[in-house]
């Protein structure tokens, strides 16, 4: 009945988990047993109001994640002097949007890679806006990927952790809805404010053709505890049916958008972005925000 709602309102995906949560919250209401299940109900179902009349982002209030039977096959903490290059690629390096991705903006300290964004007059490739990203050698399927960071707090550079297709995503002929190649979209942290998005996209969606382009689904704004200056955990559990995301190890939200959870490896992206030339025309050059990340783990079913 709530997708029929949906439909008839016009409601994107967001909006429609949105809606359904608010009426899942006044169950919750009606059904509590206690004091704290109560107002936590009410706060729930006032959260999922904002987000669907405004945008507004959600605390985490689904369950914890269970990795029982899952085990570590990949887990980075940081520990050496430099980026162990057995391990890790540079990615994308030279033009990137407004400005440049550097191998120089990649440091190891104190146990966490830091990415950073900043104006260099003698950077690598010429004056410019200059930040960076790196992604495993090796591509995983399914499993549970994890990440322990604190984002750049930048009203322009966004902080990221990311999965790709090694075939494109962006073209119905690669990605075919998603089952053969996708982006997924962790979480991604933009403009400065207390929260985190997750995307996916892929193409070739229900059909729609290579003309179309690739077809994307902005799951919703995530809370987190304030990301730019503590450290959070963001995860995504990707099965044979669907995605599941997690901040600090509670379920966000979930979906199984495009023909099909992909059933292709992936590579795994780490991503300080250097935001289109318009964004940083008037920003002042002394600005700098850096990506601090404390570990990467994945974990997969154990045989």
Same mark, same amino acid.
């Given at each position: ?184 979209? +962790? /979480? ?8 985190? @998005? !997750?995307?996916?996209?892929? =193409?070739?969606? $229900? ?36 995605? +599941? /995301? ?8 979930? @979906? !199984?958008?495009?023909?099909? =959870?992909?059933? $292709? ?39």
């Amino acid at each position: 009945m709530i997708h029929n709602i949906a439909e008839i309102l016009g409601l994107v995906y967001r909006e429609e988990w949105a809606l359904t949560n608010f009426v899942n919250s006044f169950k919750d209401i009606l059904s509590a047993t206690n004091l704290k299940a109560f107002f936590s109900a009410i706060v729930m179902g006032f959260e999922m109001l904002a987000m669907l009349l405004t945008g507004a982002p959600v605390s985490a209030w689904g369950e914890p994640v269970d990795l029982t039977n899952y085990e570590i096959v990949f887990e980075e903490e940081f520990e050496g002097e430099e980026l162990n290059t057995d391990v890790w690629k540079y990615r994308g390096m030279g033009v990137r949007r407004g400005g440049y991705f550097s191998s120089s903006q990649v440091k190891l300290e104190d146990g966490n890679l830091v990415m950073t964004g900043e104006y260099l007059e003698d950077g690598e490739f010429g004056p410019g806006w200059y930040a960076s990203a790196v992604s495993l050698k090796e591509h995983y399927l399914r499993g549970y990927y994890e990440i322990r960071c604190k984002c750049a707090d930048s009203d322009a550079f966004w902080s990221a952790f990311w999965l790709q297709g090694i075939a494109s995503p962006y073209n119905a002929s690669t990605s075919k809805g998603g089952i053969e190649s996708v982006e997924i979209d +962790i /979480f991604e942290a933009f403009d400065g404010g207390n929260s985190v @998005s !997750s995307t996916i996209h892929c =193409a070739g969606v $229900n059909g729609a053709p290579e003309e179309d382009g690739y077809q994307s689904c902005m799951l919703g704004s995530f809370k987190g505890n304030d990301i730019y200056n503590e450290y959070n955990t963001y995860g995504l559990m990707w099965t044979e049916d669907e995605y +599941i /995301f997690y901040i600090n190890g509670v379920e966000t939200t979930r @979906s !199984s958008f495009g023909d099909g =959870a992909c059933i $292709n490896p992936e590579e795994v992206i780490l991503s300080l972005c250097v935001p289109t030339a318009d964004k940083l025309e008037n920003k002042d050059k002394s600005d700098k925000c850096q990506f601090v990340v404390d570990y990467v783990r994945i974990y997969q079913l154990a045989d």
